[in-house]
């Protein structure tokens, strides 16, 4: 029973072509974030969206963009992926970021690479 | 700012033997941890998390860890290894003001027959 899903699980692109990468989520939370982890490094978070209020972190360059048009799909877009943009993409997932110690939910995440 | 720092970006062990995985945390407020499980290529999944309930947390997969505010310590035990238990292993703070989980660098767990 997947809770936290992300499609394509792989995805190739070419450098400086745009790509999109899909989460949706089937718990019905409020909050869905992005994280970025390279090889051998900690998920970096790169933003999150709590209902339709979009967080993003202060060091996420702007070639990353997100959409969430409904509750349940959330989108991470690169406009111009670079060589250094390939990693493994993690979507996840929490009921209400106030409560400190809430579970977030990962999906399988979606491995990037750029040619 | 909360932070955590894995010790050992490696550690072995044999199948049977005592698991021990070493996670330090900074912060200025009472800090909300976390161990994560990471199998190859897959999402992270919850072992434990501290919640100031008890400071001896039990999670899943007979995982076990112990919050030790003298030591600002959190370290992930399990008493016997097993293969499968062959996985990297995240120790998380959850970040103040971010709504966001902060986390270590991570500690790959390798278990010899």
């Known amino acids: 029973d997947a809770m936290v899903i992300q499609n394509p699980r792989y995805q190739v692109t070419q450098f400086g072509k745009p790509v999109t990468l899909s989460c949706s989520q089937t718990l019905n939370h409020n909050v869905m974030y992005w994280y970025q982890q390279k090889s051998s490094q900690a998920p970096k978070l790169l933003f999150h969206y709590y209902d339709k209020d979009f967080n993003n972190e202060a060091d996420t360059p702007d070639n990353f963009q997100s959409r969430r048009p409904n509750t349940s799909f959330c989108f991470l877009d690169i406009r111009s992926p670079g060589l250094g943009d390939a990693a493994m993409y993690l979507c996840a997932t929490s009921r209400d970021p106030q409560i400190s110690t809430d579970t977030q939910y990962f999906g399988p995440g979606t491995r990037l690479t750029v040619l | 700012a909360q932070s955590v720092t894995q010790l050992g970006s490696h550690v072995s062990v044999s199948e049977g033997a005592l698991v021990l995985l070493r996670c330090n945390y900074s912060?200025?407020?009472?800090?909300?941890l976390f161990w994560y499980v990471q199998y190859p290529n897959q999402g992270l999944q919850l072992l434990l998390k501290y919640t100031s309930a008890a400071t001896l947390v039990k999670g899943i997969n007979g995982f076990e860890a112990e919050f030790k505010k003298s030591e600002t310590s959190f370290h992930l035990t399990k008493p016997s290894a097993h293969m499968s238990d062959a996985a990297e292993y995240f120790c998380a703070v959850w970040r103040e003001g971010r709504r966001a989980l902060t986390f270590g660098s991570g500690t790959r767990l390798q278990v010899q027959p």
């Open positions: 912060s200025s407020v009472p800090p909300y």
